[in-house]
T-cell receptor
Framework: DAKTTQPNSMESNEEEPVHLPCNHS???????IHWYRQLPSQGPEYVIH???SNVNNRMASLAIAEDRKSSTLILHRATLRDAAVYYC????????????FGQGTELSVKP | DVKVTQSSRYLVKRTGEKVFLECVQD?????MFWYRQDPGLGLRLIYF???????EKGDIPEGYSVSREKKERFSLILESASTNQTSMYLC???????????????FGQGTRLTVV
């Protein structure tokens, strides 16, 4: 199964940009890259996803390497409410879009 | 605005009981998932269903079974609950249609199951 690798934890200062990295060297050409985050005592919530091109939405930006073996989630201005566990996930195309989670990165934001 | 609903937030069951965890989605999604989440282990996939009556084992299916008789409902069954199945259980659904753009998954709030 396609897997992702993320740092266990990262720290950021409030109102500064945050770059969360993810490696997915076994990705196939048709797997989508998804990012979710989980706040305490809640289910994961969607952040952003993409296939090949960089993507932007109101929450974040997703930068995908040209070879697609890594990606970076960018939070442009971290707030205290962004403190959460961030998961980088592959939606595996040849398995019907099965979502396989990694360990996630716990992001802490300092005021 | 609720999209994925899990029947219970908290459950306490006895060892050996048969336990049903229910999940309903209102978005007409093909895919539905059951995960369990334990401290330090992240989310692990138990079972995955890509259509009615279709299922596929995930990473940790032992001790669990599933049922999907209708598109909107995906049930997780613990045939004989054991203490090592005490965990947070999360259900999710997503749209997946080959050739169309993949969409995000929606998660329920989770069921915290304690087996005593």
């Amino acid at each position: 199964d396609a897997k992702t690798t993320q740092p266990n934890s990262m720290e950021s200062n409030e109102e500064e940009p945050v770059h969360l990295p993810c490696n997915h060297s076994t990705i196939s050409g048709t797997d989508y890259i998804h990012w979710y985050r989980q706040l305490p005592s809640q289910g994961p919530e969607y952040v952003i996803h993409g296939l090949t091109s960089n993507v932007n939405n109101r929450m974040a930006s997703l930068a995908i390497a040209e070879d697609r073996k890594s990606s970076t989630l960018i939070l442009h201005r971290a707030t205290l409410r962004d403190a959460a566990v961030y998961y980088c996930i592959l939606a595996v195309y040849n398995q019907g879009g099965k979502l396989i989670f990694g360990q996630g990165t716990e992001l802490s934001v300092k005021p | 605005d609720v999209k994925v609903t899990q029947s219970s937030r908290y459950l306490v069951k006895r060892t050996g009981e048969k336990v049903f965890l229910e999940c309903v989605q209102d978005m007409d999604h093909e895919n539905m998932f059951w995960y369990r989440q334990d401290p330090g282990l992240g989310l692990r996939l138990i079972y995955f269903s890509y259509d009615v009556k279709m299922k596929e084992k995930g990473d940790i299916p032992e001790g669990y079974s599933v049922s999907r008789e209708k598109k909107e409902r995906f049930s997780l069954i613990l045939e004989s609950a054991s203490t090592n199945q005490t965990s947070m259980y999360l259900c999710a659904s997503s749209l997946w249609a080959r050739g169309l753009k993949n969409t995000e998954a929606f998660f329920g709030q989770g069921t915290r199951l304690t087996v005593v």
